[in-house]
């Protein structure tokens, strides 16, 4: 299990920046009922809410749950884990997906999961990483290399459906209309020793390895990310996301 907190200063922060785009085409009606699919720590639940729409967030951590219900008690919250959904045919009119798609296994079993529970007309928006333009993270990833530490990273099955072509194929693929794949970039400011421990602590699938290893690896891998992180002290790490639409 994520630790929630951790995560949520860290990995939530970095991806609150595509948040208002996701949401512009998904409550532009009155109290939209809106699926938070992938909720974490309820970065697009507490957006959305704000906006006046009806909220139900989703996701598999119970960590992460119990935050979210938590901070936003007037949002609907249940544990649930793509491609499977515990609702009814046509239940919301948006559906909205946080850098969630890149971590499901059965992406086109996804897609027609989340039509499914979308009304006629209702829209879809769904970011993921452009995993090789991804600074923030891959830093971490160069300073386990660089530190020879064995590292067998979680497979990513998404990889063969990440480029907006594919995706937008995929999305067509599902019964979707209107599908659109926009691309987001900017820099992730951020206090450098603050993203280490955050990153760390929170015990990601990707990074969460580090924290378990004996304190003189631990200390080798922290020298490497210095080094590599001292670039973009400044200006911020240089990421990029892209975001999906599609209507019903």
């Known amino acids: 299990m994520t630790n929630a907190e ?11 920046h595509t948040v208002a785009p996701l949401l512009a085409l998904a409550c532009t009606s009155r109290a939209p009922r809106l699926l938070d699919v992938g909720c974490g720590t309820g970065v697009v639940t507490s957006a959305a809410l704000a906006l006046g729409a009806e909220v139900t967030a989703v996701d598999t951590d119970p960590g992460m749950l119990e935050l979210t219900a938590r901070r936003h008690p007037y949002a609907t919250i249940r544990q649930a884990t793509l491609p499977e959904l515990p609702f ?9 997906g946080n850098f969630v798609i890149n971590h499901v296994a059965d992406t086109a079993g996804a897609l027609k999961e989340l039509r499914r529970v979308l009304r006629p007309a209702g829209t879809l928006g769904l970011t993921w990483w452009k995993a090789d333009e991804m600074t923030a993270t891959n830093v971490f990833a160069e ?16 990889t063969g459906n990440d480029t907006p072509p594919r995706f937008t194929a995929l999305l067509a693929g599902a019964g979707f209309q209107a599908a659109t794949v926009e691309t987001l970039r900017w820099r992730h400011q951020v ?7 955050d990153v760390v602590q929170a015990g990601g699938a990707r990074f969460g390895m580090i924290a378990r ?3 003189e690896t631990v200390e080798s891998v922290r020298a490497h990310y210095d080094r590599l992180a001292a670039p973009y002290a400044r200006e911020g790490f240089p990421v990029c996301a892209y975001l999906a639409r599609a209507t019903h």
């Open 191 to 197: 206090d450098l020793a603050s993203w280490w421990t």
């Open 213 to 215: 290893q004996p304190p």
């Open 6 to 16: 951790a995560y949520d200063r860290g990995f939530a922060h970095l991806s609150s």
């Open 88 to 96: 009814e045919d046509e239940q919301f009119d948006a559906v909205t």
């Open 143 to 158: 300073a386990i290399a660089a530190a020879g530490l064995p590292y067998d990273p979680p497979a990513r099955p998404f």
